[in-house]
């Protein structure tokens, strides 16, 4: 496993604002990205797509839609980045298409060899197969084909039917179109929603649908069965990074046998109920979460606080009303521990969330379909609350690069002290302690550390501190002012 890189998720609707060839915006960020100290770049979905879901619907697995570009622009886009020893990978949607895929249309009309692409059912009593709610889009997980007079299967929207990931054939067609971006030059992908492939007792009735489609037995043998695909056809590293939300240590470590890295969200989640409902949620908490994945030694865990699918961190976590320093203390709980770091596209840059002032500025198909189910039964003004503090609208916004130089200052200088210490952090183990609203963690390798000290409180501490390589506050005292990180270390 490559414990070196440092990750920079780009959705490209917040690089450009071109209406075709985002992509080549990101060209023109890569000098950016590479002097920041980025060694591997994760673009969002960039394939055909009706874009009912921001490209996360996939009508054709073998183009790139208009409005990023073309396969031409994606060439020179690997071989700029190549050159500055940047790694490009792709978001690929294995576990479902868009309705508008040829698969889709042929299966529908029980075309041969698509007829079992997807997963249909008959009606029961009339009704749906089963009583399954999805989490994601409010409703059943089924609809109804008229011209197949079934039901088909359908985790996310309406226009996103689940692949029938037992039929060999889907497999197939599958790997064959992830090589066909493999063959071009691309270093690997991540992979959506990877723990949701394999479904079963779709004939039982439960309140609790995800214990019939999440981390199934079969599908590790189907990430496994991938990984050797690959591993046999290609002569170098093919990096697969696989989101898998509502997992454990135990299912992360087998899931980390066939991927390089897992997204488990563990501490992401914190404070966010079912359909965006704000939970109370203590900030000291979320990171003792997030510090008990990294003392796993036997898992080499990811390290982020924002994505696509999250507010700005800036925003959630806002601490003392300053943002710059919260920005900040971001940059060192993502770039400072024990795992691989993913940077989300603005966060570099301080980026806040939108705060639209009306649900009809709010474009996110989720957004909207919570918004529309819960103010039938609650509150108006407390549901569009809670949107604007969840959508992922906040997250998929142009970028302002120049909204904040100190904090991407910053993000540079802690980027730069993870190379120095890639050692220590790769190979040593990390312990933690938390006391009077102190957290501080440290990452040992024989005498060997970097430490890092959080003050989560609104009143200045006094405390020991030793050979300081970078504070998020500009406090030469040896007192640790409040909600300020400092980072420590010795080589």
């Known amino acids: 496993m490559n414990k070196d890189l440092i990750i920079y998720e780009i959705f490209p609707k917040c690089i450009s604002e071109k209406k075709e060839g985002k992509l080549i915006d990101v060209i ?39 409005i990023h570009g073309d396969e031409e622009i994606l060439k020179v886009l690997i071989e700029k980045a190549h050159s500055l020893n940047i790694k490009i990978i792709l978001d690929f949607v294995p576990n479902h298409t868009s309705n508008l895929h040829e698969w889709f249309i042929k299966s529908e009309n ?52 689940d692949l029938n990931w037992q039929n060999e054939g889907v497999r197939k067609e599958i790997y064959s179109a992830m090589g066909h971006w493999l063959d071009i030059g691309i270093d690997g992908f991540r992979l959506d929603v990877v723990n949701k492939l394999s479904k079963v007792n779709l004939d039982k009735d439960t309140d609790h649908a995800e214990i019939y489609y999440q981390n199934m037995p079969d599908t590790f043998e189907y990430i496994k069965e991938m990984r050797e695909y690959f591993s046999k056809k ?24 066939n991927l390089d890295l897992v997204l488990e969200f563990a501490n992401n989640h914190m404070g966010r109920g079912k359909n965006y409902r704000t939970l109370k949620s203590n900030f000291e908490e979320i990171i003792k979460v997030y510090l008990q994945w990294q003392q796993n030694q036997e898992y080499w865990p990811t390290l ?3 994505s696509h699918d999250l507010p700005r961190a800036a925003s959630r976590y806002m601490l003392d009303d300053d943002g710059e ?25 301080g980026t806040l969330n939108c705060n639209f002032n009306s649900i009809e500025k709010y474009k996110d198909v989720r957004s909207q379909n919570i918004y529309n189910l819960r103010s039938q039964a609650e ?79 609104n009143k200045n501490k006094k405390i020991d501190l030793t050979n300081i390589l970078l504070r998020t506050k500009n406090n030469d005292g040896e007192n640790i002012a409040s909600y300020e990180a400092i980072i420590e270390g010795n080589l």
């Open 304 to 306: 982020f606080w924002g």
């Open 234 to 257: 290609y002569r170098r590293n093919i990096i697969l990074i696989g989101q898998a939300e509502g997992i454990d240590f135990k299912l992360g470590e087998k899931y980390q046998e």
């Open 325 to 349: 320093n919260t920005g900040k203390i971001i940059g060192v709980f993502t770039l400072i521990g024990r795992g691989t770091p993913i940077i989300y596209n603005g966060d570099e840059c």
């Open 110 to 161: 029980k075309d041969l060899f698509y007829k079992d692409f997807y997963i249909w059912r008959d009606p029961r009593d009339g009704k749906e197969p089963n009583n399954w709610i999805s989490k994601k889009n409010t409703g059943s997980v089924w609809e109804y084909s008229k011209k197949r007079k079934q039901y088909y299967l359908h985790l996310y929207s309406k226009e996103q039917p």
């Open 379 to 457: 509150n108006k003004n407390k549901v569009f609350s809670d949107i604007r503090a969840w959508s992922r609208d906040n997250a998929r916004q142009l970028i302002d690069w120049e909204n904040n130089l100190q904090v991407s200052k910053f993000y540079k200088s802690c980027i730069e002290i993870r190379k120095e210490y890639n050692d220590v952090i790769s190979f040593g183990k990390l312990e933690y302690e938390t006391c009077k609203d102190m957290i501080i963690y440290t990452i040992k390798k024989n005498d060997k550390y970097i430490k890092v000290t959080f003050n989560n409180s």
């Open 28 to 66: 023109n960020r890569l000098p950016y990205l590479s002097e920041l100290g980025i060694n591997t770049i994760w673009i969002t979905p960039i394939f055909k797509s009706p874009q009912k879901d921001s490209g996360y619907d996939v009508s054709n697995y073998y183009k790139i839609d208009p």
